[in-house]
């Protein structure tokens, strides 16, 4: 039988690409990750690693050993769930990433409802935009990422790694310094957008081309209290989520008559749902989403 610390140090080199990034993901040294990498090419009597310019690539064999050990992780991940069904008490760690808004309008009052219900869990929670936390998912750097999708920009399927899980959507607002009639009126205005690649600045430039024009994306931040600040000193234009407002009144116009919103995820492992922990969570984040709706009527 294969050693499954070896075949989990060649799945995190699939995921990760790099020995030295297998190594500091593990508290291994690269040359313990070469030895284990040697090891299991020993037990299976096959080259698991091909030279592919400066650093290496699969083989088709090492390729269905790291399918083959996906499943079992999947299996043991279903075994830890039901340990923990059966024991009296939700206890442990969960390791959450959620987008800035989600981190600053949900995560406290979930942390708040845990605290009260579930003491003996921890949460460690990390601010992270859902492009680099979702990969966290599958090198078990988190255990559940709060997501978001935008219309017409969904996700590529990943049904066999994931599970999604709907929280509900969040109104995005065209946001001005002062009232306007109609998106077309900014054509000439200065824009401030998410960075370039990311699902929400595709999303904003596709809604000002459907209203025929290219934005002049003048100011780019991932940060929406950045956006909101140059939308209120009469900097720039911008498309705001309703989340943003958890703790003041905007002091900008702000106008949600096309409907426009994103849909708002928790996405888990696959197999992972079902776990204490996770559902604990799920609760949490869910009274909180509850809660801000019940203050914003």
Not at 63 to 82: N, Y
Not at 271 to 291: M, Q, V
Request: hydrophobic share 45%; net charge negative; with cysteine.
């Amino acid at each position: 039988m294969y050693n499954l610390r070896r075949l989990v140090v060649l799945r995190e080199l699939k995921h990760r690409g790099t020995l030295a990034a297998v190594a500091s993901a593990m508290s291994y040294s690269p040359s313990a990750v070469s030895q284990q990498l040697t090891l299991l090419e020993a037990e299976v009597g096959a080259p698991l690693l091909e030279r592919e310019g400066r650093g290496v690539r699969l083989t088709p064999q090492a390729e269905i050993l790291v399918a083959r050990t996906e499943k079992a992780l999947r299996e043991l991940e279903r075994a830890e769930a039901e340990i923990a069904e059966s024991l009296r008490e939700t206890s442990g760690v969960i390791r959450v990433a959620a987008f800035q808004t989600a981190m600053l309008a949900l995560m406290p009052v979930a942390l708040t409802w845990l605290r009260e219900n579930h003491p003996r869990i921890r949460v460690e929670a990390t601010q992270a935009e859902p492009d680099t936390s979702l990969p966290g998912l599958l090198t078990r750097d988190f255990d559940l990422v709060i997501d978001e999708t935008f219309p017409g920009h969904a996700r590529p399927a990943r049904h066999a790694e994931f599970e999604h899980h709907l929280l509900g959507e969040d109104a995005m607002r065209l946001a001005a310094p002062a009232p306007v009639g109609s998106l077309a009126e900014l054509a000439d205005h200065p824009w401030v957008m998410e960075p370039a690649g990311t699902p929400a600045r595709a999303w904003a430039t596709g809604v000002c081309h459907a209203a025929g024009f290219e934005p002049d994306v003048v100011h780019v931040s991932a940060d929406m209290l950045v956006h909101a600040r140059l939308v209120e000193e009469g900097h720039a234009v911008a498309f705001l989520p309703d989340m943003l407002w958890f703790d003041r009144t905007p002091g900008l116009f702000l106008d949600g008559s096309a409907g426009h919103v994103r849909t708002v995820l928790a996405t888990v492992r696959a197999g992972a749902g079902e776990h204490p922990l996770i559902r604990a969570f799920l609760t949490a984040i869910r009274h909180a989403i509850d809660a801000r709706a019940a203050r914003t009527g």
